[in-house]
């Protein structure tokens, strides 16, 4: 796999410890990117579409448990291996209208591919080898962005499977994923470490879970406190992308479906509830910021 021909930014998803919403902030930055998050940031004429979508692929490897397959609401879709690989799962940028039909919102796209997609049944375990692994991944080189949710940890099968992207793909850097709670940053410190030892420039730091917006009088409660990622993110002189609270409506989104644009009753023909929800949930407007920030770090020149 050669530079020139891989998507033109790499970025992965990072977290110290698992359960911090790392797959909810991967599947929502690459929506935010497909419906145009950050072109006012970007310097480049080309990474977004005329109408301000991009192209965008999110690749879930989280041995862990992929679970970005049912948050895109694509999870009972079945892949197919093309003349080059596996061929991505694709969902265009939607948003649902005053009938509760999706209709394309841009012209982004996205496309999904998951090591889920590959198991048979969902309990099965998973087994990740080379060859299928770069099947995986072929169908991605081409694209303005990928995003990758990686499994959580720093050990030395996390540091086998970066390294192993980072080969002859131009990782353009991490975007480190923390709760507000104290045990959540020491984990953050060792992702921070775990970058400077592999050579991963940080994008920045999200604080996910960082209070709860009341969907009834749009007060927020900070139930587990607040400010320890943009605190690390000081310490470190890293960037700070924001604060992500906790939206109630995200489980029902997910749970749900709403039919696509031109559906007739019982075809099946329909788009995931969060991909449809998304631009008018209670977090469109803070990844639009995150997403800004984040391009805006691509391009800065001289930062870590």
């Not at 009972?76 to 265009?92: D, F, N």
């Amino acid at each position: 796999m050669s530079q020139t021909s891989a998507a033109e930014n790499v970025i992965l998803v990072l977290s110290g410890k698992g359960g911090v919403g790392k797959s909810t902030v991967s599947t929502s930055l690459s929506l935010a990117l497909a419906l145009g998050g950050g072109a006012s940031s970007n310097n480049s004429n080309t990474a977004v579409g005329s109408r301000g979508g991009a192209k965008v692929g999110i690749l879930d490897i989280d041995l862990t448990g992929p679970s970005v397959p049912r948050i895109l609401g694509v999870s009972e879709h079945r892949v197919h291996q093309g003349s080059k690989g596996w061929v991505p799962v694709q969902r265009t940028a939607a948003v649902s209208n005053a009938e509760g039909v999706a209709t394309a919102a841009t012209e982004g796209s996205l496309g999904c591919m998951s090591i889920g997609f590959l198991l048979k049944d969902k309990g099965d375990a998973v087994i990740w080898r080379g060859p299928k692994k770069t099947a995986m991944i072929r169908q991605f080189l081409q694209g303005h962005y990928l995003i990758i949710d990686t499994p959580p940890g720093t050990g030395d099968e996390h540091i086998a499977l970066v390294e192993n992207l980072r080969e002859g793909w131009n990782v353009t850097g991490a975007v480190l994923v923390t709760t507000p709670q104290d045990v959540s940053i020491a984990d953050v410190r060792k992702e921070l470490s775990f970058c400077n030892k592999v050579g991963i420039k940080v994008l920045g730091i999200v604080e996910n879970m960082s209070g709860y917006v009341c969907p009834h009088c749009s007060e927020c409660t900070n139930l587990f406190s607040k400010g320890g990622g943009e605190a690390l993110a000081k310490e470190h002189n890293l960037p700070f992308l924001g604060y992500i609270p906790i939206d109630p409506s995200l489980v029902s989104m997910i749970e749900s479906n709403v039919p696509a644009e031109g559906a007739t009753p019982g075809d099946g023909n329909t788009v995931g509830g969060y991909v449809a929800g998304f631009p008018e949930s209670g977090v469109y407007e803070v990844f639009q910021t995150v997403t800004e920030r984040m391009i805006a770090n691509i391009h800065a020149k001289g930062s870590k």
